[in-house]
């Protein structure tokens, strides 16, 4: 099994996995392959027995941090958690690089999410174990772009296609990390957002820089027929002075069966999940709709991840 | 081997006002940074870290008339040799500035300023929601790109204005 080293600052190496740009495409079509052998149930059910995961939420999560044990629980390993942030000891002051520093004596590999962005770099820094990132703030969540990345190639290849990302694309992380990962198999780059919540444009810079090609669309009804993937993201009630503003933009950026008369036949709709109003559920009995399979591959995704890193 | 200059060239030369008297007077040793960009010797002394609880004696001379950069700063540091780690801070503000190594009244080495890769400790993150903006035992920590500074911890990019960052 391949496994990145990344030598961390203070000179030791160790493997991490924190941001889909620390990936080339090679590394991820390596993953994304063993995430495929162990979808096809060719994988050692006790490849991780006697491993020990610790996963550290200091946000909440349902889906991201119950996949990953399910993940560790399927190749035979266990899974230590924190019951709440408000019990743990960062409530009482201790610093994230302690408690790493700490928890890295008790299992063999830690599964962070924190609202500051960089923290799952600075716990790489300090652990002496792997530490891979499930979300830091606004930051990277590179085990979603992965499975995402997964959950297309399930479909179609992935290199040149046309991806639509809609919604909150200002301050949404994982449709960030896909569309730098896009970036890698030379596809085009739609987007769709509310005034205020484009890509930034720092982004937006880097991705041209790229050679990647961006089409800003006003209406979801434009892009829709040019895309092979649709990928939607929430918008954040919290992002909108008042609830009607809220529903006047989240109501026009809705996925309907209406709305998609024009898609592509093999066109595919994808959501990072938990969906509020974006996607009408009429969507959900389409073809189109991909997102529970998508939310059902974080699993063997997750399992090739932490082989990788354990192994 | 390096012949010794007297200190002066055209730093030497600007400092003198317009009754020909100097503004800023010759040092015995030290450094002397010269060509800094007008208005900046003020942030250059601060990325040096020389505060009002330092003991080094300190000159500074601002909008001096230059004849390559029209006008020019220069800071003078008494009994103080900078090293180039130091010294090449000073490139993220001022990429032209020169750097004279002064021994009895002497230039003694004369080298420019080098844009470093890394830069820690010196810039604080802008982003607010970056983890270095904590209590967490870390410097700051920022890889220099051609976009600017990118933090490592967070990608924040600081693409102008550098000074207003500096800790």
């Excluded at chain 1, 300090?126 to 499930?134: E, L, Q, Y």
């Excluded at chain 2, 390559?68 to 000073?90: A, C, F, T, W, Y």
Aim: proline letters at 4%; hydrophobic letters at 40%; charged letters at 25%.
């Amino acid at each position: 099994m391949h496994t990145f080293y990344r030598i961390g600052w203070r000179g030791k190496a160790t493997r991490h996995i924190i941001s889909i740009g620390d990936f080339d495409r090679r590394q991820i079509d390596r993953l994304l392959d063993n995430a495929k052998r162990i979808d096809a149930q060719k994988f050692d059910k006790n490849a991780l027995f006697g491993k020990i995961l610790a996963t550290l939420f200091f946000e909440p999560s349902t889906r991201t941090r119950m996949s990953f044990e399910a993940a560790m629980a399927r190749l035979g390993g266990t899974s230590l958690s924190v019951g709440s942030v408000e019990a743990c000891s960062m409530a009482k002051g201790e610093t994230l690089a302690d408690t790493v520093r700490v928890v890295s004596g008790y299992a063999d590999a830690i599964v962070i999410r924190h609202p500051k962005e960089g923290a799952a770099r600075l716990a790489a820094q300090f652990a002496t174990v792997p530490v891979i990132n499930a979300g830091d703030g606004a930051g990277q969540h590179p085990s979603q772009t992965l499975l995402d990345l997964y959950t297309i190639r399930q479909s179609m290849k992935l290199d040149e296609i046309n991806v639509a990302l809609v919604g909150d694309l200002r301050y949404g992380r994982t449709a960030h990390s896909l569309a730098s990962a896009l970036s890698l198999y030379g596809a085009n780059l739609h987007t769709v957002s509310p005034k205020g919540l484009e890509l930034p444009a720092s982004l937006l810079a880097e991705l041209t820089g790229k050679g990647m090609r961006v089409t800003d669309y006003n209406s979801i009804g434009d892009a829709i027929p040019e895309v092979d993937v649709i990928y939607v993201t929430r918008i954040q009630r919290e992002r909108f002075p008042d609830s009607a503003s809220y529903f006047d933009v989240t109501s026009s950026y809705r996925i309907t069966p209406e709305t998609l008369a024009n898609a592509r036949e093999h066109a595919i709709v994808l959501h990072p999940l938990p969906r509020v109003d974006e996607i009408d559920p009429r969507v959900d009995s389409l073809p189109h709709a991909k997102y529970f399979n998508q939310s059902r591959n974080g699993v063997p995704v997750r399992m090739a991840m932490l082989q990788q890193v354990m192994q | 081997m390096k012949r010794a200059e007297s200190e002066g060239g055209e730093g030497g030369n600007a400092e003198k006002g317009e009754n020909e008297g100097l503004l800023v007077r010759r040092i015995r040793s030290g450094t002397v940074i010269d060509h800094i960009a007008a208005g900046e010797a003020l942030n250059v002394v601060k990325i040096l870290g020389i505060t009002g609880t330092t003991t080094e004696a300190l000159s500074i001379a601002t909008n001096v008339p230059s004849g390559q950069m029209g006008k020019k700063d220069i800071v003078k540091l008494n009994n103080r040799e900078l090293s180039k780690q130091e010294v090449d801070r000073i490139a993220l503000i001022s990429p032209h500035a020169t750097i004279n190594i002064i021994r009895n009244f002497k230039v003694c080495e004369k080298k420019g300023v080098e844009i470093p890769d890394v830069v820690e400790g010196l810039v604080r993150c802008p982003n607010p929601g970056c983890i270095t903006n904590t209590n967490e035992p870390i410097a700051s920590r920022f890889s220099v790109t051609g976009k600017g500074l990118r933090c490592a911890y967070c990608d924040w990019i600081i693409g102008h204005d550098i000074t207003s960052y500096i800790l």
